[in-house]
């Protein structure tokens, strides 16, 4: 039997940001809940970003201008 809590609360420090070309960019969500994945539902991240599926920590150097790109994380757990 295992236990989980289900999510009640995910969200990134802010809801959209400006990056610079070839700098290192990061940016960890605030999670409340157990066993989390993270995904992109809909949109893509910039070319050379990544999010990492276990912590929800989208990092990288992007690559190429972007003059803007809407992007949905889906954060979710066997529960909910």
């Known amino acids: 039997i ?4 289900p999510i009640s609360s995910f969200s990134y420090p802010q809801s959209s940001y400006v990056l ?4 290192l960019f990061s940016i960890t ?3 409340d809940g157990d066993d ?7 949109g893509s991240l910039p070319m050379g970003l990544l999010i990492n599926p276990s912590t929800g920590i989208i990092s990288g150097i ?3 201008f972007v003059s ?6 889906k954060a ?3 529960v909910s």
């Open 2 to 5: 295992t236990i989980l809590t």
């Open 20 to 23: 610079s070309k070839n700098h």
């Open 29 to 31: 969500p605030t999670v």
């Open 36 to 42: 989390l994945s993270f995904t992109v539902s809909s």
């Open 62 to 64: 992007p690559s190429q």
């Open 68 to 73: 803007s790109q809407l992007v949905t994380i």
């Open 76 to 78: 979710f757990n066997q």
